[in-house]
């Protein structure tokens, strides 16, 4: 049998096993790419620190120096500003290119209006002055790091050498300070072997260098804490709406197909049987036009009850009081409705608690067993406020149905809450808050 490439076979024909690879510990290995490219970055540190820092400080000072003077630092002021945005926007592009870090923009590119309001919006926004703190502290800050980085690498490599040239060291050895001087041969064995062990760590000491550097441009260039966490959610919520609105277009999809479109061609069959038997047959005709007629009005009603599912036309005529009363008329359930709604909410909103409404009311019917529900709506601190109970067996959980977990994306893409509590046993309590900007 021959053996496959890179494998060897033993007398008998058996491929032996390759050979087994030394790995050393995670983190230690010397060629990794972040380690290289971490020390590539912070050494480019200071000379960006001396480019950046120069026109920043120069402009500052210029600005402050000549505003007494008829204002004229007032647009120094400004070009200062745009100056720093500027190269905050080339700092992420170097970030983005060496370390594959993105650091989003800590505000917004455009602001409406003209000239001095957007110069008055800049000079009032924090972000900006975090700019401009970020490029006056990063040439102390990368001095500090291209030392640094100088050390790691080239302290372990000076020890790993020395045992080549230290017998040529005057006074017989290297002196290493306080005292310390290497000239017996254990010793220099033993330094050798310490530059080694150095050297071997000397990654991990750059890629903390440079995760620190990273922390340093994230807090002066990116965009405040809570701003950040509340962008990365609207990104969660924007994801899952539109997972909402796919599953949504399916179900239509499906619903039409095997609803309303199987009961139209049914239509179209019997009108058209009863077409070609009219002449011949007016009695066989007269019955296929009524089945044909009771599929046109079965097709009339799943297409009105699709519609409604959507969006109701009472809800977009008379409000939510009306749509979720005529939801508990139609439940099997009994359910009781209590609406306090001050000012009608935004369209969007009131949409949203309906389909809530709806879909709980549907999930309550079919799987609560319940004896009575309740939904009650009330306007409170400028958020709209849905709650629907029921006395059902409980249970229900948003992390294991996907009902429920279609509901919390629905609301969450509005800036909603959706909580649920549903002991086993019930009873089920399912709250909804929705901002209510009327």
């Known amino acids: 049998m021959v053996a496959p490439a890179g494998q060897a076979s033993d007398a008998g024909g058996r491929t032996a ?25 912070l050494l480019l540190g200071l000379w960006v620190g001396i480019a950046t820092f120069i026109p920043v400080i120069v402009l500052l000072a210029l600005s402050v120096a000549l505003t007494p003077v008829f204002l004229v630092g007032v647009p120094l002021l400004g070009i200062a500003l745009w100056v720093a945005r500027l190269l905050g926007r080339l ?18 590119r455009h602001i409406p209006g003209g000239r001095l309001e957007r110069l008055r919006a800049r000079a009032g926004a924090a972000a900006s002055w975090r700019e401009v703190g970020y490029h006056l502290l990063r040439l102390p800050v990368s001095v500090v790091e291209f030392v640094l980085t100088l050390a790691i690498w080239s302290g372990p490599l000076a020890l790993l050498t020395l045992p080549i040239y230290n ?25 050798g072997v310490l530059g080694l062990i150095l050297l071997l760590i000397s990654p991990r000491l750059a890629r903390g260098l440079g995760r620190a550097d990273i922390a340093f441009a994230r807090t002066m260039l990116g965009p405040d804490g809570d701003l950040a966490a509340r ?13 909402a609105a796919e599953q949504e277009r399916r179900r239509i999809e499906r619903d039409l197909h095997d609803g309303a479109q199987q009961r139209l061609v049914a239509l179209a069959m019997n009108l058209g049987r009863a077409r070609s038997r009219y ?29 409604r599912g959507l969006h109701p036309a009472v809800l977009a005529d008379r409000g939510l009081d009306a749509a979720l009363s005529g939801l508990a008329a139609r439940s099997p359930v009994p359910v009781t409705v209590e609406v306090d709604v001050a000012a009608r909410p935004d369209r ?30 009330r306007q409170l601190d400028g958020r709209l ?29 509005v800036d909603g809450r959706l909580r649920v509590n549903s002991p086993p046993g019930g009873p089920t309590v399912l709250t909804v808050e929705l901002p209510c900007a009327s």
């Open 17 to 41: 096993a390759p050979p087994p690879r030394v790995a050393l510990p995670p983190g230690l290995e010397p060629t990794r790419p972040n380690a290289w490219l971490s020390t590539i970055h």
């Open 348 to 377: 969007t909103v009131e949409a949203i608690a309906y389909f809530v409404a709806a879909e709980a009311l549907t999930n309550i019917a079919k799987h609560a067993r319940a004896t009575r529900a309740s939904v009650v709506v």
């Open 385 to 413: 406020r849905l709650v629907v109970t029921d006395d059902g067996v409980g249970g229900a959980d948003p992390a294991t149905g996907t009902g429920l977990r279609g509901l919390a994306d629905r609301v969450s893409g």
């Open 231 to 243: 962008v990365g959610e609207l990104e969660r919520s924007r994801a899952r709406v539109v997972d």
């Open 91 to 108: 700092e992420r592009g170097r970030f983005a290119l060496t370390l594959g870090i993105r650091i989003p923009e800590s505000q917004p």
């Open 279 to 307: 002449a011949e047959d007016p009695e066989g005709a007269r019955a296929l036009l009524d089945e044909a007629h009771s599929d046109a009005k079965q097709a009339l009603a799943e297409l009105r009850d699709l519609a």
């Open 167 to 191: 017998w040529a060291l005057p006074n017989g050895g290297a002196a290493l300070g306080f005292g310390i001087t290497v000239r017996s041969w254990w010793s220099t064995v033993l330094v």
